[in-house]
């Protein structure tokens, strides 16, 4: 509901102004769904609404037509573009990001994204919102495992065996105690790795 002058903020000068700069570029942001975006996260963020809405959801129900549950998938959206442009590509549409919200995190959302690419371009289509859907649900059915059973002792002795030898390259008298503080550092985590697997073997020796 629009509540200009009922709700107790007065916005400064300046405020009003970029209040008023927003509310022009935001009429003329139509088609281009990231600059939309970084617009009403800067009336969010700064809170320009509050001179004449209670709420930023208020505000954009009814200057937008958007309601909040919209507004948070395309502020979403566009985190989720940034992030795909810097470690994939720039995606040139909203509804090629959406799918992507269903995964975990960033990294699952820029591999489904880059999978989708590959397919694309090997079959020399265009990419779609149905592709990346494929993709997204690909990584749920089927996601990488995640094996973990902690290092060996050869990993450890390889570990250690490789850092002396570093040391010896190079090794003088005066690099004595350099060494000797790698060895106890080795050493350290030798305990510790041996801990570990006990805990989580039932004291089971470590596997060679």
Do not use: I, Y
């Given at each position: 509901m629009h509540q200009t002058g009922t709700t107790g903020h007065v916005l400064n000068s300046a405020d009003k102004c970029e209040f008023k700069r927003h509310r022009?570029?935001?009429?003329?942001?139509?088609?281009?769904?990231?600059?939309?975006?970084?617009i009403l996260r800067e009336i969010r963020d700064r809170r320009l609404f509050r001179e004449e809405w209670r709420t930023f959801e208020g505000f954009c129900r009814c200057e937008l037509e958007m309601g909040k549950t919209n507004v948070n998938r395309l502020l979403q959206c566009a985190e989720v573009a940034a992030f795909l442009a810097t470690k994939v590509a720039a995606p040139k549409r909203e509804a090629h990001v959406r799918p992507l919200l269903r995964l975990r995190n960033n990294h699952a959302r820029a591999a489904?994204?880059?999978?989708?690419?590959?397919i694309a371009e090997k079959a020399g289509k265009n990419l779609t919102g149905a592709l990346i859907n494929r993709t997204v649900k690909d990584a749920i059915e089927k996601p990488v495992p995640e094996v973990s059973t902690g290092p060996t002792k050869a990993a450890v002795m390889t570990r250690i065996c490789r850092s002396i030898a570093s040391g010896l390259e190079e090794f003088d008298v005066?690099?004595?105690?350099?060494?000797?503080?790698?060895?106890?550092?080795?050493?350290?985590?030798?305990?510790?790795?041996?801990?570990?697997?006990?805990?989580?073997q039932g004291g089971k020796e470590l596997p060679s």
């Open positions: 022009t570029r935001l009429a003329k942001s139509e088609g281009d769904w990231r600059k939309k975006a970084e489904a994204f880059q999978r989708a690419l590959n005066l690099q004595l105690e350099r060494l000797e503080t790698a060895l106890a550092s080795f050493k350290a985590e030798w305990l510790r790795v041996q801990s570990t697997h006990a805990d989580t």
